[in-house]
């Protein structure tokens, strides 16, 4: 298994709360993703890096914003959190970020604005 | 902007049966990538196919990508309740050129 992780697992936070999400990895890939699942919605890309420093948005950006200071941590942080931001977040990785490229996902993070 | 639909949403059927799952699409993709998702866990590669026709075999599973590789293919012969799961095609799209993925196939084996 790719070394992947990601905290917290679970959270439940209010409406307006600043929210961050880290992903850690082990694998020293390029490439860093963060995505969000929702029933009828499949996964979407939020934002992605290309490297430390480079990073560049996705389909659904808005109320999100990332940093990537180090290659094995990227971090999603929603500014104020708002209950259609409740979802599931993933992060992924791949080496060359190529097409055909594997994407490694990490375990999830629950998160629910009340 | 690509969309890539999936078929069926859901799917039950008893151990040893046979399925077909669909990822359909009005554009051309240069390559689709299928993965399976088990509960409270992140999507696995499956596999990627390339080449317009081409078949790869896993085990069981058998994915097509369709001639105009527009469309692709996975089916599982004598199901196991092991492949329960939720089966999502991706493929490269969108404006940066990034992985896109189908809605997904919600796979259900019950023994």
């Known amino acids: 298994d790719a070394g992947i992780t990601q905290s917290p697992r679970h959270k439940v936070t209010e409406t307006g709360t600043p929210v961050t999400l880290r992903c850690h990895q082990t694998?020293?890939?390029?490439?860093m993703y963060w995505y969000r699942q929702d029933p009828g919605h499949g996964l979407r890309l939020i934002h992605y890096s290309y490297g430390v420093k480079d990073t560049d948005k996705g389909e659904v950006s808005d109320g999100y914003s990332v940093s990537r200071s180090k290659t094995e941590d990227f971090l999603l942080t929603l500014e104020s959190a708002t209950s259609s931001q409740t979802s599931v977040y993933f992060c992924a990785i791949s080496a060359a970020g190529g097409p055909s490229d594997t994407q490694y996902f990490g375990p999830g993070t629950r998160l629910t604005v009340l | 902007t690509q969309l890539l639909e999936q078929s069926p949403q859901f799917l039950s059927i008893q151990e040893g049966e046979n399925l077909t799952v669909y990822c359909n699409s009005s554009?051309?993709?240069?390559?689709l990538q299928w993965y399976r998702q088990e509960p409270g866990e992140g999507p696995v590669l499956l596999v990627t196919v390339v080449t317009g026709g081409e078949v790869k075999k896993l085990k069981r599973l058998t994915f097509q990508f369709g001639d105009a590789r527009k469309d692709s293919s996975l089916h599982i012969t004598a199901a196991q309740p092991g492949d329960t799961g939720l089966y999502l095609c991706?493929?490269?799209?969108?404006?940066?050129?990034?992985?896109?993925f189908g809605k997904g196939t919600k796979l259900s084996v019950k023994p």
């Open positions: 991706a493929g490269v799209g969108g404006s940066q050129g990034n992985l896109i």
């Open positions: 554009s051309v993709f240069s390559s």
């Open positions: 694998e020293n890939h390029r490439y």
